[in-house]
C-alpha cells in the first residue's frame, strides 16, 4: 500500500514495455468463384472453365480495403451467378499490437437452364485473406469467426488458422473463437468465409444463397488493456498493466481530484485500500501485486461529495 500511495503521489510514470510496432508481409486479400464438379466422368462432368484470380496486396495502414468479384456462366446445363466482396484492414502500435479483420458478403446462385442438371456440382463464392505477422513481444493470440447473416438454400461458411515455425497453432470455424500464448516470432494466418450453393445431379430447382461474414486474428501483448467500463471512467482512466513490475497505473482526472470524497480500489475481487481527503490529489496511483495468471480486474468504488456512487472496472490480458 505504500509504495503504491508514495508513487501515486509523485506521479511515477510506469517504464514502456519494450515492445515495437509488429511488421507484416506478404499480406493479400481476394474475392473469387469457383465451380466443383462431384464425382462424374470428364465426358458427363467436364472441367470448368474457373478462370483466373489475382489477389490484391493489402496495406497495413489501419484503413478499410475492399475488393470485389462478380460472374455468371453456364455450367452442365444450368445457369450460375456469384458475386463477392470483401472487405479487410490491418491495424497495429508501437507496444506490438497487431490485428486484421475480416468482412465478406457473397452471394451464389444457380439455375437449371432447361430440363435438368447433367452433373452434379457446388457452385462457390469465396473471399480470403491472408499475410505474416512478426510480433516483438510474448502475446496473446486471439482468433474469432462468425457468421454476420445468411438467407437462402445452400451454405454460408467462415474459417480461419494461425502457424508458427512449430506448425499450426490455431484454427477456428464460424462461431468459434479462442485463444493462445504464443512466442515472439512470425506467424502465418489464413482467413475465408463466403457461400455456396449445391446442384444434384438431374436437379431442376433454382438455389440462391446470401451470406455475409466477418472474422479476425489479433496478437495482444501480455498486460495490454482489454477492457474498461463504468460511470466512474470520467474520473479514472486504468492503463495496462505492467507484467514486469505485476502493477496496474490508474491515472486520476481533475475531476477525481477536485469533486469525489472517497475512491475504494480492489484487485481481483481483494481489496487493496480507500484514497479520501488530500490523498486525492494526485496525477495517479499503482495497483500493485497483480497476480500475472489473473485477467487483473481492477475496481474502483467511487463516492462523489454529492454522496452519489460511480464504479470502474477494467481487466488486462494476463501475463502468464
Not at 493489402?58 to 460472374?71: F, I, K, N, Q
Not at 491515472?251 to 481527503?277: C, E, H, M, P
Request: hydrophobic fraction near 35%; proline fraction near 5%; glycine fraction near 10%.
Amino acid at each position: 500500500m505504500g509504495t503504491s500511495l508514495v508513487a501515486g503521489a509523485l506521479g511515477l510514470q510506469l517504464a514502456p514495455a519494450q515492445a515495437a510496432t509488429p511488421s507484416v508481409s506478404q499480406t493479400y486479400f481476394s474475392a473469387a468463384g469457383f465451380i466443383y464438379p462431384f464425382g462424374a466422368t470428364p465426358a458427363v462432368c467436364p472441367a470448368p472453365n474457373n478462370g483466373l484470380w489475382t489477389p490484391a496486396a493489402l496495406a497495413a495502414d489501419g484503413a478499410w480495403h475492399t475488393v470485389a468479384r462478380s460472374e455468371q456462366g453456364t455450367y452442365a446445363n444450368t445457369a450460375f451467378s456469384r458475386s463477392t466482396t470483401t472487405k479487410a484492414r490491418i491495424t497495429r502500435n508501437s507496444r506490438g499490437m497487431a490485428r486484421v479483420d475480416q468482412a465478406i458478403t457473397a452471394t451464389s446462385r444457380i439455375t437449371p437452364t432447361t430440363g435438368h442438371a447433367t452433373c452434379a456440382f457446388d457452385n462457390e463464392t469465396p473471399g480470403s485473406t491472408s499475410g505474416d505477422v512478426t510480433i516483438p513481444v510474448r502475446s496473446w493470440l486471439v482468433l474469432r469467426q462468425r457468421i454476420v447473416s445468411q438467407r437462402g438454400t445452400g451454405q454460408a461458411f467462415a474459417s480461419a488458422s494461425v502457424s508458427g515455425s512449430s506448425g499450426l497453432v490455431g484454427v477456428v470455424n464460424a462461431g468459434e473463437a479462442e485463444s493462445h500464448l504464443v512466442a515472439p516470432g512470425t506467424y502465418h494466418f489464413s482467413m475465408g468465409g463466403g457461400a455456396r450453393t449445391h446442384e444434384p445431379v438431374r436437379g431442376t430447382v433454382a438455389r440462391t444463397k446470401v451470406g455475409s461474414t466477418s472474422g479476425s486474428v489479433a496478437f495482444y501483448p501480455i498486460g495490454t488493456l482489454r477492457s474498461r467500463a463504468g460511470n466512474g471512467l470520467p474520473y479514472l482512466a486504468p492503463g495496462h498493466r505492467d507484467c514486469s513490475q505485476r502493477r496496474v497505473k490508474v491515472a486520476f482526472s481533475n475531476a477525481a481530484r477536485t469533486k469525489v470524497r472517497s475512491i475504494t480500489f480492489s484487485v481481483d475481487g481483494q481489496r487493496r485500500y480507500t484514497l479520501r481527503g488530500r490523498q486525492l490529489n494526485r496525477s495517479a496511483v499503482l495497483l500493485n501485486d497483480v497476480r500475472p495468471r489473473t485477467t487483473g480486474v481492477v475496481r474502483a468504488d467511487i463516492v462523489l461529495k454529492t454522496g452519489a456512487r460511480r464504479t470502474m472496472t477494467a481487466t488486462s490480458w494476463p501475463c502468464a
